[in-house]
């Protein structure tokens, strides 16, 4: 099978240049592993590791030491094993744990408000993380497993639920913000041009986004509008972190459908290549809650770090 991808000159053009965007931070960007000695700094994190440890033999997704995600300010051994870095590995991802993360729980979450435009949005200049993806693929959903409500964030079977920007803060210090899908067919023409406009806005112009969180739905094929904002995002430089979504669903494989993990395989291959550095990605499932304490965990230290810098 053929996909069709845009993903125009990222590779050179814009990853190998310096930046311009007005983020504070660039996750994604930083040059791929540096090689020096691990600073014993990893083991200060107040998070409990033990139970991130993950034995060989369950792991989702062959890692090569290339492919972790190495946060700012984490160096790793030039003779290191992926197997000696496991336990510093967060569970069903390529992401290595810093210093920075610490602070993770959720104790109070709230319901702010909606936004259309990004002028509109919250002003208190805390960090925040965006939820984006295809319509449906459970941006709502994974909020609510983050804050453990049943229906902080609405979600629904009918794709389209979610239609303006809606920022819930989080332990009166960081947001979560849910978004309206994309790609959604059934949507009017000028919704989903308005949905462009609007949420390409508050990416490019909202300065206190720490990360965007990208969905992708690992119980299908990888879908060429996917590959296409992963794409986008890319190329405007916006830090960004792919999650898996409904990895707790396995078609069985007679029937032809691919494992979660076939899937995830297959969307990173698609898009490596066309990113200096392996982006950070996590395997969630809203329903099981996998991946829920690894995503808050990333969120922490991506947000620590944001907030030191
Ligand atoms: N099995 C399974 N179903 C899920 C998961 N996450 C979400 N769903 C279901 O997928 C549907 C869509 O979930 P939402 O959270 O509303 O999706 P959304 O991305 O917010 O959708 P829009 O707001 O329309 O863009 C609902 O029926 C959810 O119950 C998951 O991890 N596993
Ligand atoms: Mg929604």
Known sequence: MVVL???????????????????????????????????????????????????????????SLEKLFVPPETDVPSDASTLSLRSRILKGSNILLSKYARDAQVMQAEFVKSSVKTQDCPSDGFPEFALVGRSNVGKSSLLNSLVRRKRLALTSKKPGKTQCINHFRINDSWFLVDLPGYGYAAAPHELRIDWQKFTKDYFLNRPTLVSVFLLIDASIPAKPIDLEYASWLGENQIPMTLIFTKCDKRKKKKNGGKRPEENVNDFLDLIRGFFQAEPPWIMTSSVTNQGRDEILLHMAQLRNYWLKH
Do not use: C, D, G, M
């Not at 845009?6 to 930083?30: D, G, M």
């Not at 033990?50 to 792991?59: G, S």
């Open 5 to 63: 991808l845009h993903l125009p000159r990222l590779h050179s053009a814009v990853f190998l240049t310096k930046s311009l965007s007005p983020y504070k931070t660039h996750f994604n960007l930083i040059p791929k592993l540096r090689r020096h000695v691990i600073k014993s700094t990893l083991s200060t994190t107040s998070e409990p590791t033990h139970n991130l440890t993950l034995p060989e033999e369950e792991t989702p997704v062959q890692i």
